[in-house]
C-alpha cells in the first residue's frame, strides 16, 4: 500500500481540484481509499458526493467542572484561570465552557478538589463510500484545536482499513500551510504532490512546505496550477524545481471547465475528459504512477 498527498503550501491553489481528478484517473487503475485531511475546512466531500456509512466522535482536550456541593466560594480558581473562564454570580463559582482552554490550573490549584476535568467533543470522524472508493473526512468543531490529531485519526483509519482489505493505495487531500495537521497528513507518505500557483505568494508558500517536507524525508513533486496566467512566473518555479533536484510533475492550464465541473459536483477529469486540463491532469497521474511504482 503506498500514500499519496496533495498539498499547498497556502489555500486557493486548487488543491482539492487536483485531489479530486486524481482520485478520479487513479480509481480506473487502482484500488484505492480516500481521506480528506483538510478538517478545518473540508470540502472534497462536495466533489465526490459520499454516502455517509458511519459517524464517530472526535474527542480533543479537556474542560473543568465546578461541584458546587464541594466548592467554598474561596475564589482560588478564578485567580489561577489565565483565560477568565470561572464566572462569578450570586457568589456561585461555574466554568464558562467556551472560554475554558483545559489547562487544568484550577483543577490542580483548588484546595478542595471541587473541579474535575472532562473530556470535550471537538469533532466528529466519518466513514463514507464514494464512486471512487472509500473515503475517510472529519469536521473539526468552531473554535476547537487539536486538528493535527483529527488528521491523524482520519489517515489512521484509512490506512488501516487500506491494509486489511489490500487497497494499492491512500490519496490523501491535505491541508494547507506548514502546520501541525500538514505533518500530520504527510507522517508515513511515501510521495507529496505540491499544488502551487505563479504567484509571488505561492512561490514563497512552496519554500515553506517544500522545506518541510525535507524535514520529515517525505519525496515531493511539483505542480504550477493556473501556469498560464503568469507563463513567466511559473517557468521560474519549473527552474526553481530543477536547481534544487525536486521533480516538476507539470504545468496545469487554467480552464473555466475546472469551476463548471465544480458547479457541478464533478472532477475536471469526469465533467470534461478531452479538455486540456484534464490531458495535463493524465501526464500528472502517469508520473506520480512512476515514482509510486504502483502495481496496476
Not at 71 to 95: K, M, P, S, Y
Not at 236 to 244: G, N, Y
Request: one cysteine or more.
Amino acid at each position: 500500500m503506498k500514500q499519496l498527498v496533495i498539498l499547498s503550501g497556502k489555500g486557493g491553489t486548487g488543491k482539492t481540484s487536483v485531489a479530486a481528478s486524481l482520485a478520479h484517473l487513479a480509481s480506473a487503475e487502482v484500488p484505492l481509499f480516500l481521506a480528506d485531511a483538510d478538517v478545518d475546512a473540508a470540502n472534497l466531500e462536495l466533489v465526490l458526493h459520499p454516502s455517509r456509512l458511519e459517524e464517530h466522535p472526535f474527542m480533543g482536550g479537556q474542560s473543568a467542572s465546578i461541584d458546587d456541593l464541594i466548592c467554598t466560594q474561596c475564589g482560588r480558581c478564578a485567580e489561577l484561570c489565565r483565560f477568565d473562564a470561572i464566572r462569578v454570580q450570586d457568589n456561585v463559582h461555574t466554568v464558562d465552557a467556551l472560554a475554558c482552554e483545559g489547562c487544568a490550573a484550577c483543577f490542580y490549584g483548588c484546595p478542595v478538589q471541587a473541579i474535575a476535568m472532562h473530556e470535550r467533543q471537538a469533532g466528529l470522524w466519518f466513514r463514507s463510500e464514494t464512486r471512487f472508493g472509500p473515503l475517510f473526512h472529519a469536521h473539526l468543531f468552531a473554535a476547537q484545536e487539536n486538528s493535527g490529531k483529527l488528521v491523524s485519526v482520519v489517515k489512521a483509519q484509512a490506512c488501516l482499513l487500506a491494509q486489511q482489505e489490500a487497497r494499492s493505495l491512500v490519496l490523501v487531500d491535505g491541508p494547507p500551510g506548514i502546520g501541525c495537521p500538514v505533518i500530520a497528513a504527510s507522517a508515513g507518505a511515501d510521495l507529496a504532490l505540491l499544488v502551487t500557483e505563479p504567484t509571488a505568494s505561492g512561490v514563497h508558500d512552496l519554500e515553506r512546505v517544500l522545506a518541510t517536507l525535507d524535514h520529515f524525508h517525505v519525496p515531493a513533486l511539483v505542480c504550477v496550477n493556473k501556469a498560464d496566467i503568469h507563463p513567466v512566473q511559473a517557468n521560474e518555479i519549473a527552474r526553481f524545481c530543477a536547481d534544487i533536484g525536486i521533480a516538476f510533475a507539470g504545468l496545469l492550464p487554467y480552464d473555466n471547465a475546472v469551476t463548471e465541473a465544480m458547479v457541478q459536483g464533478e472532477p475536471v477529469t469526469a465533467y470534461q475528459p478531452a479538455g486540456k486540463v484534464s490531458e495535463a491532469m493524465h501526464d500528472v497521474w502517469t508520473m506520480l504512477k512512476g515514482k509510486l511504482d504502483l502495481a496496476l
